[in-house]
């Protein structure tokens, strides 16, 4: 196929480069993000352009839309976080896919990586021996998982993997969700704080959504106590991140693992400079096998559509009728 005759498509966020390469192999990408003058090449381009590729963290918007008057089809790299307009789709009929994937067990990971890193003091004894103390005397004492029972808020497949993970560690597991899982044997609480004060390590494993904004605020973190710890491995904003800091600063819970943040890549000096805080870069589904599942899917979804075929992972309720 001629470059000129190759579909168009407008990157508005930085999809895995291994991804976009493999995509310029068959379509013409304009790179919006990296536009010295993104109103410009917007202007240029926008009626030519038959495909939008997003990620699940940047979405799009009715106004991403509306300024693509030719848009047949947008393709997500990974899942959708709620930032997916599919009401503004749909009254364009314009598909939408994305590349449904296993990330929950690497999800799971990490949050039991956080569990043992902050609860056991895994980074911090590690800088205890880099910084030539170990000599001076021995490393405070840490908490050992076992016997302990870890809170779960959320229990959708990332939620069920941390559940499985930490119950091999000897730990119980209980669960606070929106409602009951029928035939599920882990206790349920229908009150977040009374599980908070119930447990000794709170984990969230739940979307974003405006239910969920703001959802482990003082209350939950005083319920949570001065032997708790919260991991998140969810979404930055389900936390209110000044009431962890005061509540870290204070003593108020004895720890945090975090993976994601209010403000990401950003996270505020006052954590960095916590010894009882764990802080990953948001690396839950970074990892070589997911992403070459996910390039694969992203492909197929786009040759699909201009072949005329079947889009193997439409997300439902978009697209022509």
Known sequence: MSAQARPQLLAIAPVYAPALEEVERSFTVHRLWQAGQPAALLAQVSTQVRGLLTTGLRGF???DIEALPALEIIACFGQSHGTLDLDAARARNIAVTNTPDWTEQAVADVALGLMLGVMRRLCEADRFVRAGRWPQGPFPMSTDLRGKTCGLIGLGAIGQAIAQRV???????????????????????DDLAAMASDVDCLVIACAATAQTLRLVDRRILAALGPSGYLINIGRGAIVDQTALIEALTAGTIAGAGLEVFEAEPQVPAEMMAMEQVMLVPHIGSSTREI??????????????????AALPDPVPETGPR
């Open 61 to 63: 918007r009715a106004a």
């Open 167 to 189: 119950q091999v560690f000897g730990m119980t597991a209980v669960y606070h969700a929106r409602s009951r899982q029928a035939q599920c044997p882990l206790r349920y609480y």
């Open 291 to 308: 992403r070459a599942q996910r390039q694969a899917r992203l492909l197929a979804n786009l040759h699909a559509h201009f072949a005329g």
